[in-house]
């Protein structure tokens, strides 16, 4: 297996548009998560999926951030409209079963709000 | 509430072991998790340790437990430049229904 894919790996855009992260967990997998890693705040759970549907999204830090799994093999993180402090790498991770089972991550995707 | 806490930077001669500590406030893990970091990636899972056990080895790799002090230790014995990256303890809390990452470590080697 291919691991899991984000897209894009590096996402430059202007305050107030909409930004779409992509992920493509590990195919047998059914729990996805999404983190947030930034030098202040580490990195932080926004949102995880088990079955395709939303477990626990207490992280997401405002109405702005939206996850969606349509299906078992393609998830989606979408802000909007962006801001300058959303600037962060976003990771995608996915696992057999929820937190008992090893993460696989992705390499991430590095956003910056200007 | 649940915390992981890391020291921030170890540096150490190549060759030497280093040791990366990790302490955690609830005594209900389950799980304990090493990951490793290296530059523009993602996180790479190194080793883990179940809450019933007290120690694992792995290669170069050692992670003791001590429950009654919520501690948790990485040994990489014989330590190499390729070593270098910034390494997260993560611990599963009970009914592993959340999972919390530390700070990070950055392991730097000196020649």
């Known amino acids: 297996d291919a691991g899991v894919i984000q897209s894009p790996r590096h996402e430059v855009t202007e305050m107030g548009q909409e930004v779409t992260l992509r992920c493509k967990p590990i195919?047998?997998?059914?729990?996805l998560f999404w983190y947030r890693q930034t030098m202040m705040r580490g990195l932080e759970l926004l949102i995880y999926?088990?079955?395709?549907?939303?477990?626990?999204d207490s992280g997401m830090p405002e109405d702005r951030f939206s996850a969606k799994m349509p299906n078992a093999s393609f998830s989606t993180l979408k802000i909007q409209p962006s801001e300058p402090r959303d600037s962060a790498v976003y990771f995608c991770?996915?696992?057999?079963?929820?937190?008992?089972?090893?993460?696989?991550f992705g390499a991430g995707t590095r956003l910056s709000v200007l | 509430g649940e915390d992981v806490e890391q020291s921030l930077f170890l540096s150490v001669r190549e060759g030497d072991s280093s040791v990366i500590n990790c302490t955690y406030t609830?005594?209900?893990?389950?799980?304990l998790y090493w990951y490793k970091q290296e530059p523009g990636a993602g996180l790479q899972l190194l080793t883990y340790?179940?809450?019933?056990?007290d120690m694992k080895q792995d290669q170069r790799l050692t992670v003791l437990l001590n429950k009654k002090d919520k501690h948790l230790s990485l040994r990489i014995a014989d330590t190499q430049t390729g070593d270098s990256a910034i390494y997260f303890c993560?611990?599963?809390?009970?009914?592993?229904?959340?999972?919390?990452f530390g700070s990070g470590t950055r392991l730097s080697i000196r020649p």
């Open positions: 195919s047998g997998h059914n729990s």
């Open positions: 991770a996915s696992s057999e079963a929820g937190f008992k089972n090893i993460q696989y």
């Open positions: 340790i179940f809450s019933n056990m």
């Open positions: 993560a611990v599963v809390y009970s009914s592993a229904s959340k999972i919390i």
């Open positions: 609830d005594s209900s893990s389950t799980y």
């Open positions: 999926f088990n079955n395709n549907v939303p477990i626990d």
